[in-house]
């Protein structure tokens, strides 16, 4: 009996290492966020308070008030919490929650800007990461282009750009745009509500 308990418990010792191994991970993310926001970690003062922030601090904002809220370590891919998360840090929600529609087009669920852990699980199905990650940076680069100073802040686009996944021969997999509909009324006059669901921009 004392043998069988033993077993069961290494068993699920087992599991659940490997569950949080191959769950997303803040502390993997963190790395590559601070060398993106560079000076002052990008931590703002006007919103954070007007005090000098060390690097424990931001990474305590950044932890709280973006992976954790928006549940990031539910994510099974590192690159797909990543790629949503650094659009959220770098640009916000956007008007109307756009960048959390965004996401929500690319994974084809319900747009209703409040990212659900139903939704995270819809994310977790895709057997391909890229399925998610590429059409959401070119979603990205739609989005950061279509601003007024998007010629002035260039490091925006690179900073999306480094998320993409190719092949070893440096190709973009799944190349392709997906517009939430809130924004395929603004790209494509006239288009039907049905159509702004259904349709695939392909960058060739």
């Not at 077993?7 to 191994?21: A, D, W």
């Not at 703002?44 to 932890?63: C, D, L, M, R």
């Not at 994310?123 to 100073?149: Q, T």
């Not at 480094?162 to 997999?173: A, C, Q, W």
Request: proline share 3%; net charge positive.
């Amino acid at each position: 009996m004392i043998i069988q308990k033993s077993k069961l418990f290494t068993t699920l010792l087992l599991i659940f290492s490997f569950q949080l191994l191959s769950a997303a991970s803040f502390d993997r993310y963190f790395p590559k966020l601070i060398k993106f926001e560079g000076l002052g970690y990008g931590i703002h003062q006007p919103v954070w308070g007007k005090k000098s922030f060390t690097k424990n601090e931001a990474y305590s904002i950044y932890k709280k008030h973006y992976w954790d809220k928006y549940n990031a370590s539910m994510f099974k891919s590192q690159g797909v919490a990543e790629v949503l998360i650094d659009q959220l840090i770098n640009a916000g929600v956007g008007r109307e929650c756009v960048n959390i529609k965004a996401f929500e087009a690319v994974i084809g669920v319900k747009q209703d800007g409040y990212l659900s852990v139903n939704d995270i699980k819809k994310a977790n199905s895709f057997k391909s990461p890229e399925e998610i990650i590429n059409p959401f940076v070119n979603y990205r680069l739609y989005y950061y282009n279509g601003m007024a100073n998007a010629k002035k802040y260039r490091g925006w686009t690179t900073r999306a750009k480094s998320f993409y996944l190719r092949t070893k021969k440096g190709n973009l997999l799944a190349d392709y745009l997906i517009l939430p509909k809130m924004l395929m009324k603004k790209a494509v006059p006239n288009i039907s509500e049905y159509e702004a669901e259904e349709v695939l921009v392909t960058n060739e």
